[in-house]
């Protein structure tokens, strides 16, 4: 069965510092990855996504995550965090022709002035 | 281009009562999905509509949960009666055509924040 494991349930980083969020999934063929943010009160934005091809992806607000086959990871990073940045963060996979999210449990980001 | 609207934005009611959700997905998506996502965990699909469709509803706990998409464009979701343990966010997305660039992706409203007292 399709699974997504988010390791971190919150991390605290202080700005200007980098940053990783860590996401492993469960899945028998090649998934589809995101990773997608929710600020409080807010619907999730999708911050990147993962089809095929270059195993480095580039997103939104200077996000980028790798996906590793042989980890079977898509761990989401920035070099510089910004106080705005602090929200939950999904990792999410997709697979089926239906194209169906299965998403991890999250990671909460606190931002330190 | 208009995002998914959902209303209302917070609902709060006591156990036993009913209550619905609504969702306006992006003009032109046929597909669209309710999820409910409990404080501290990832969203859940609920059921997934294809037009007025369903195409899965087997995490719908039908006895209480019900949902319609009758024209294929807004849909509902609706509780009957509600229980303590449905307190969460109710959220609709909905996914561009197949022949767009960005036929996986999925583009989420606001959500519905329940609470069941």
């Given at each position: 069965?399709?699974?997504?494991?988010?390791?971190?349930?919150?991390?605290?980083?202080?700005?200007?510092?980098?940053?990783?969020?860590?996401?492993?999934?469960?899945?028998?063929?090649?998934?589809?990855?995101?990773?997608?943010?929710?600020?409080?009160?807010?619907?999730?934005q999708l911050l990147l996504k993962y089809f095929s091809g270059d195993t480095l992806v580039q997103g939104i607000k200077g996000f980028e995550a790798e996906?590793?086959?042989?980890?079977?990871?898509?761990?989401?990073?920035?070099?510089?965090?910004?106080?705005?940045?602090?929200?939950?963060?999904?990792?999410?996979?997709?697979?089926?022709?239906?194209?169906?999210?299965?998403?991890?449990?999250?990671?909460?980001?606190?931002?330190?002035? | 281009?208009?995002?998914?609207?959902?209303?209302?934005?917070?609902?709060?009611?006591?156990?036993?009562?009913?209550?619905?959700?609504?969702?306006?997905?992006?003009?032109?998506?046929?597909?669209?999905?309710?999820?409910?996502?409990?404080?501290?965990?990832?969203?859940?699909?609920?059921?997934?509509f294809q037009n007025n469709g369903v195409v899965d509803d087997s995490q719908l706990p039908k006895d209480r949960f019900s949902a319609e998409r009758l024209?294929?464009?807004?849909?509902?979701?609706?509780?009957q009666p509600a229980k303590l343990e449905d307190s969460a966010v109710y959220l609709c997305a909905s996914r561009p055509p197949v022949w767009t660039s960005?036929?996986?992706?999925?583009?989420?409203?606001?959500?519905?924040?329940?609470?069941?007292?």
């Amino acid at each position: 069965a399709q699974s997504v494991t988010q390791p971190d349930i919150h991390i605290t980083v202080s700005e200007g510092a980098s940053l990783e969020l860590r996401c492993n999934y469960s899945y028998g063929a090649t998934p589809y990855l995101f990773w997608y943010v929710q600020s409080p009160g807010q619907g999730l934005q999708l911050l990147l996504k993962y089809f095929s091809g270059d195993t480095l992806v580039q997103g939104i607000k200077g996000f980028e995550a790798e996906f590793k086959r042989s980890q079977s990871s898509f761990n989401l990073r920035k070099p510089s965090v910004h106080w705005s940045d602090a929200a939950e963060y999904f990792c999410a996979v997709s697979g089926g022709s239906q194209g169906n999210l299965i998403f991890g449990k999250g990671t909460k980001l606190s931002v330190k002035p | 281009e208009a995002g998914v609207a959902q209303s209302p934005r917070y609902k709060i009611i006591e156990k036993r009562q009913s209550v619905a959700f609504w969702c306006n997905p992006i003009s032109g998506h046929a597909t669209l999905y309710w999820y409910q996502q409990i404080l501290g965990q990832g969203p859940k699909l609920l059921i997934q509509f294809q037009n007025n469709g369903v195409v899965d509803d087997s995490q719908l706990p039908k006895d209480r949960f019900s949902a319609e998409r009758l024209k294929g464009v807004d849909s509902t979701l609706k509780i009957q009666p509600a229980k303590l343990e449905d307190s969460a966010v109710y959220l609709c997305a909905s996914r561009p055509p197949v022949w767009t660039s960005d036929y996986n992706e999925q583009f989420f409203g606001p959500g519905t924040r329940l609470t069941v007292l």
